[in-house]
Structures are given as structure tokens and as C-alpha cells.
């Protein structure tokens, strides 16, 4: 199976910051990566597929990059509603989801 | 507009197996393939499956194969998820989604949501 890890696992920005969070696959899965954001009671929203390419109606601040088996989700100018749970998922194989990176206020 | 209306709530006592429905609106529903994902509370998201209401072809994760079945009838565009010899540990939050791709392309990412169903399996 492949393994999807993801750092940091927790981080404390303030508004205006530019949050990177990365996620690493353990085997190649070509640009074969999603994006999710998670808010609590709230189901997960799709922002970026195929690594790179952000949902529409997504803000522009979000960007997504590949490098080998390194993903990176990058935010730019952080909002007051991007304060959420992010997710990378890899649909080379099955569909199997990272452990999630925690994005809150410091 | 594309919706996708989950059953209630269940409570469960261990081994035995709870069935999930999730109706599909606003789309032709033969057309787009349904994962199921769950999140146990406190705990990340979990991919279970996919089925192609097209064909009704299934791929589970390897960690549910034997104990998960999907369904789907085309008649009322519903899927369903049975999970079966239910454990406590598989109390969780189940939802369906929709992939964002049509049935003729590969799946590839997960676009609209179902609300959740919670499930406790308690003794």
C-alpha cells in the first residue's frame, strides 16, 4: 500500500502568514494528489486535484506543487476562514487519505 | 443542485452490521462513481470504497474487504454501504461522496458530500 505522511501535523499562524504544509507520499504517484479542507460539523471541501489545480470558486491564495513524491499545499495571506483541517489523498491507487495538518490561530 | 441525502443515525451492538443509504439528486446518477469515507471522532478521514452506479462495479480499501458491501439501485439513484461484524472501534461518522469525474474517465477526486451518518456501536 502506498503511505501518505503529512508535516507539519499541527500549526499556529496568524492572519496574513503564508502557511506551507507538505505531504509525501512512500512510492511514486505521478501528479495523482488532492487537497481538502475540513472545518468542524462541516463536510470536506475539494481544493486543489491533480496536485496543482485549484477547484473553482476556490481563492487564489491556495496553490498546490509537486516535487517526485513531495506535494506541497501552500496558502498565501491567510484568512480568518482558512483556520481548518487540511487533507492531501492520493488517487494513483486506492484513495487513501494523509493524517491531516491542523491549521489554527496563534 | 447536485445533493447527496444520507439515512439517520444508528446505534449498533457489536458484530452486527449496519446498512447506509445515500440518494443522489440535481445529476444523472449513472454518470459519476460514489466513495464512501468515514472519520472516526477525533480522528482523521478514511477512504472505504467506490462504486460505478453504472455498472455497479466495487473497489473496497484492503482494511474493510470481507466485512463491506456497496450496492446501488438505479430505480431510486440511492447507493448503499452495509458494513458488517460492526466493532467499537468502527463508531464513526460515514459519508458518501461524489468523484468529480464522469464514469467513462478514471476516479479521481472526491467533489460533493453527503452529510454524514453517524454510527455508535456500543454494547
Known amino acids: 500500500d502506498i503511505q501518505m505522511t503529512q508535516s507539519p501535523s499541527s500549526l499556529s499562524a496568524s492572519v496574513g502568514d503564508r502557511v506551507i504544509i507538505t505531504c509525501r507520499a512512500s512510492q511514486s504517484i505521478s501528479s495523482n494528489l488532492n487537497w481538502y479542507q475540513e472545518k468542524p460539523g462541516k463536510a470536506p471541501k475539494l481544493l486543489i486535484h491533480?496536485?496543482?489545480s485549484l477547484e473553482s470558486g476556490v481563492p487564489s491564495r491556495f496553490s498546490g506543487s509537486r516535487s517526485g513524491t513531495d506535494f506541497t499545499l501552500t496558502i498565501n495571506s491567510l484568512q480568518p476562514e482558512d483556520f481548518a483541517t487540511y487533507y492531501c489523498q492520493q488517487s494513483y491507487t486506492d484513495f487513501a487519505f494523509g493524517p491531516g495538518t491542523k491549521v489554527d490561530i496563534k | 443542485q447536485v445533493q447527496l441525502v444520507q439515512s439517520g443515525a444508528e446505534v449498533k451492538k457489536p458484530g452486527a452490521s449496519v446498512k447506509i443509504s445515500c440518494k443522489a439528486s440535481g445529476y444523472t446518477f449513472t454518470t459519476y462513481y460514489i466513495h464512501w469515507v468515514r472519520q472516526a471522532p477525533g480522528q482523521g478521514l478514511e477512504w472505504m470504497g467506490i462504486?460505478?452506479?453504472?455498472?455497479?462495479?466495487?473497489t473496497y480499501a484492503q482494511k474493510f474487504q470481507g466485512r463491506i458491501t456497496m450496492t446501488r439501485d438505479t430505480s431510486t439513484s440511492t447507493v448503499y454501504m452495509e458494513l458488517s461484524s460492526l466493532r467499537l472501534e468502527d463508531t464513526a461518522v460515514y459519508s458518501c461522496?461524489?468523484?468529480?469525474?464522469?464514469?467513462?474517465?478514471?476516479?479521481?477526486?472526491?467533489?460533493?458530500w453527503g452529510r454524514g451518518t453517524m454510527v455508535t456501536v456500543s454494547s
Open positions: 462504486i460505478n452506479p453504472s455498472g455497479g462495479t466495487t
Open positions: 491533480a496536485a496543482s
Open positions: 461522496a461524489r468523484d468529480r469525474v464522469t464514469t467513462v474517465a478514471n476516479p479521481d477526486a472526491l467533489d460533493i
